[in-house]
């Protein structure tokens, strides 16, 4: 049977920054994933805290912390380190992101027109948080046949939005793209894959530069500029087209998140984790307080894997790490730890716009100061079990903007006590 000092359940963003934090301080780490995680919908920035009203993300932070129950009451000390170390790996993987705690948080247009709160950005997005220039106008310069950036449409709406401070003026335009007219699906993938050739790049950042009209523009385009070699295509986009050019990430799978994903895979491989993707957790093996042994579906037969340690980063209800039953309960998918819920019947007391949202929104698992999962006793119930990511219980990560914070601060604590105890294990063997 293979063993790993840890065992890390779930490739997001949780679950793939505590492979590498454990891997980069020596640790043996199997990774296993049933799928890509919630990388592959995001629009490729980083949310840390961003409450309602919140001007940077340190002061959403602060806020935050102070809540009852929040993850941040425990992990906010571990925020920035987590940040810096996840940027340096990043910029490493050459997929550099600006903005960091005390960044001013700014509005950026989605694909249909609506404005978002914004602090922390791939390089290629960046551009949009700039300060408008009093003559500057915004194109959304979209590309014909590809139907998830309509960018007239986008332009009326974003027109409609209180917009302090934002463009001179908007307006969206469409660049019929070389070799594309017999696409019946023509997909943000498909798209993105074209623009890591350089002769189709070419040709086609031609015919998009065709499409600009004449004065000062900061333009917006659909994020397809490249996957294996977006930094080239990104380059060349802006050159070519003469002006600041920033990239939307539109509907799944999200280009931005794949690039995050990919990056940090290929990082996790090379620090030599193992990594199974594609084959969910389906059994487990435990002895009193402590999993031994997990198991997945493989190829040919069950793999069971001997576990030191398990990091549980299998997601929330969104993300299907967790599980209601018809009884109302809900409980993770791995392992059956009970979920702090109301009554079914009051899931969705609340407004789901209102300050608070509704209280199925917070519904995770509950842990102590070790992140183990708890009972209701607030006793751990798994000794060497620690929950990360969304999983986590008592925060809105939408509203508050703060999912992919919780999940690199959660990374790096849990790594931090896993360590500790591999360490003091191997101390007195």
Known sequence: MPAADVVVIGAGLSGLSAALDLAER????????????????????????????????ADGLAVLRREAGHPYRLLHADVAPALDATKARLADAGLPYRGDLETP???????????????????????????????????LLGIGRFRDFWPGYAARNLARQAWADGPSRIAGVVAALPDVGDARNLSSLTLARRFDDPDWRSRALEAMAGAVPSGRWRIGLPAVLGLDHHAEAFDAAVERLGHPVFEISTLPPSIPGLRLFEALRRRAVGLGVSVQLGFEVTGHERRGDRVVAIETRAAARPLRIRAGEVILATGGIAGGGLRAGRDGSISDVVFGLPATAPARDGWLEGDLYGAGGVALERVGIGVDDGLRPVGEDGVASLANVRVVGSALAGMRYLAERCGDGVALASARYAAGLVAHDIGAREATA
């Open 105 to 139: 948080l700014r509005p950026f247009p989605t694909p249909v027109g609506g404005l978002r709160l914004v602090g922390i950005l791939p390089e290629a997005q960046a551009a949009a948080m700039e300060p408008w220039s009093a003559d500057e106008g915004l194109l």
């Open 26 to 57: 020596g640790a043996a780490v199997h990774l296993a994933a049933k799928g890509m995680a919630a990388t592959h919908w995001a629009h490729g920035g980083l949310d840390l805290a961003g409450p309602p009203g919140a001007p940077t993300t």
